[in-house]
């Protein structure tokens, strides 16, 4: 009776170590295999079924689109760091402080309008299907990330206002 | 003195009290409902211990132990392959947003 109770366990925890070992080793070899390639755009050819001629025209699309975004972005950062210099030591938020939250913002919903608008050039520049997709998933996956932060925070924020007035 | 009178009253008390104690018989087929019993108990250990003898003796087959571990493979290596995928996916998705949308803008 304990021998067979032995030998099933001993089944078991083998058969358990079969399935791990060749689940991880399995896992391993594929994130290697299709995660070795440094295109960023290869998500795009994976998702969306894209050929090579689409993919060629991604290409060029986000060549073209990242030195501007890139710019905008370096404006950004220069605009922060003013700001960080306004708000340096300061107990209150002055007017000059107040001046380049506003340009930030600016700034940043200028950066958000040139993203929005490469992805509805990208999408366009897919099959129609693709395209809406993509744009969808794009908009949930930047600004949506965005809106559930703010949403979420909204709630919090409506929680704590029942409970002060209890 | 004391002793020698109080003896014979006390073996005349002792057989007039088992006289009087009654012994109460047993139900009927008692020796049989005894035996009954003890075989019902022991029946469900010797048939676990069957059950799992014959299913050790069953996977130690070689034929058995074989599939066992060609279907453990594989679906191991199924599972993790989708997995593996899956993940490398979601990387690839991540480098694209990551590429063309800032962090300050998520």
Known sequence: MKRSLLILIIAVLAGSALFAGSYFMSRRVCETCTGKSTDSLDWLRQEFQLSDAEMARMHELHDGYLPKCGAMCAQIAAKKQELDTALAGATNISADAKQKLTELAILRSQCQAQMLQHFIEVSQAMPPEQGRRYLVEMERLTVGAHEQTEQSMSEHAGHEHMHGGN | ?106
């Open chain 2, 1 to 106: 003195m004391e002793k020698e009178n109080s003896n014979p009253n006390d073996e005349k008390l002792s057989a007039l009290l088992r006289e009087a104690r009654s012994t109460p018989s047993l139900p009927p087929r008692f020796q049989e409902g005894v035996w009954r019993r003890i075989e019902e108990s022991e029946i469900p250990a010797t048939a676990r211990m069957n059950w799992l003898e014959a299913m050790v003796s069953w996977a130690l087959r070689p034929k058995f132990a074989l599939t066992a571990a060609v279907v453990l493979v594989a679906a191991g290596s199924l599972a993790g392959a989708r997995e593996g995928n899956h993940a490398a996916h979601q990387d690839a998705q991540t480098r694209y947003v990551t590429s063309v949308a800032p962090n300050s803008l998520r």
